[in-house]
T-cell receptor
Framework: GENVEQHPSTLSVQEGDSAVIKCTYSDSASNYFPWYKQELGKGPQLIID?????GEKKDQRIAVTLNKTAKHFSLHITETQPEDSAVYFCAASKEQGAQKLVFGQGTRLTINP | DVKVTQSSRYLVKRTGEKVFLECVQDMDHENMFWYRQDPGLGLRLIYF???????EKGDIPEGYSVSREKKERFSLILESASTNQTSMYLCAYGTNHNLDFGPGTRLTVT
């Protein structure tokens, strides 16, 4: 089955700098890659996703890139702000249905003022 | 606009107790899910349900059962709690690929 590896497990950056979180997946048939953000005391929330027919997607300060050949995808956050501090999860899926999502291990991002 | 509520934020139970974790969604969705979240392991699916009285095993169903008697309510049951079930439990509803999670219940089994 699908396996998703996420790195790093913790990441600390200065406010205003960029942060990058990387994930690799094992099943070349996977075609949907969402990212979830979990703030303290809350459940994870979908922040951006990408499908295998595109290589990059942006939404304001966040972007996701996908390299299908290498089977990895990354989350990029630019001009980081204190409210970006959270745990981020990547996931991958090759079939329709939320139950098919396989999650990475999570990255705790801390933005230092 | 709270969509998913979980009955408790924190719960402490003793080994061998029967534990009920309740989840209610107000969006009239068919699909509901139970995950557990552990450091270094991410989110792992325990059970999910497509409709009332229907349930499917996820990736780690051992030691758990579920109940869905009404569309809006999905309960996770630990028949005999063990210390290795100490974890954060997240309920969610989902459409297609996307999941909307509740705030979670942190369960400690002593």
């Amino acid at each position: 089955g699908e396996n998703v590896e996420q790195h790093p497990s913790t990441l600390s950056v200065q406010e205003g700098d960029s942060a990058v979180i990387k994930c690799t997946y094992s099943d070349s048939a996977s075609n949907y890659f969402p990212w979830y953000k979990q703030e303290l005391g809350k459940g994870p929330q979908l922040i951006i996703d990408i499908r295998s027919n595109v290589g990059e997607k942006k939404d304001q300060r966040i972007a996701v890139t996908l390299n299908k050949t290498a089977k990895h995808f990354s989350l990029h956050i630019t001009e980081t702000q204190p409210e970006d501090s959270a745990v981020y999860f990547c996931a991958a899926s090759k079939e329709q249905g939320a139950q098919k999502l396989v999650f990475g291990q999570g990255t705790r991002l801390t933005i230092n003022p | 606009d709270v969509k998913v509520t979980q009955s408790s934020r924190y719960l402490v139970k003793r080994t061998g107790e029967k534990v009920f974790l309740e989840c209610v969604q107000d969006m009239d969705h068919e699909n509901m899910f139970w995950y557990r979240q552990d450091p270094g392991l991410g989110l792992r699916l325990i059970y999910f349900s497509y409709d009332v009285k229907m349930k499917e095993k996820g990736d780690i169903p051992e030691g758990y059962s579920v109940s869905r008697e009404k569309k809006e309510r999905f309960s996770l049951i630990l028949e005999s709690a063990s210390t290795n079930q100490t974890s954060m439990y997240l309920c969610a509803y989902g459409t297609n690929h996307n999941l909307d999670f509740g705030p979670g219940t942190r369960l400690t089994v002593t």
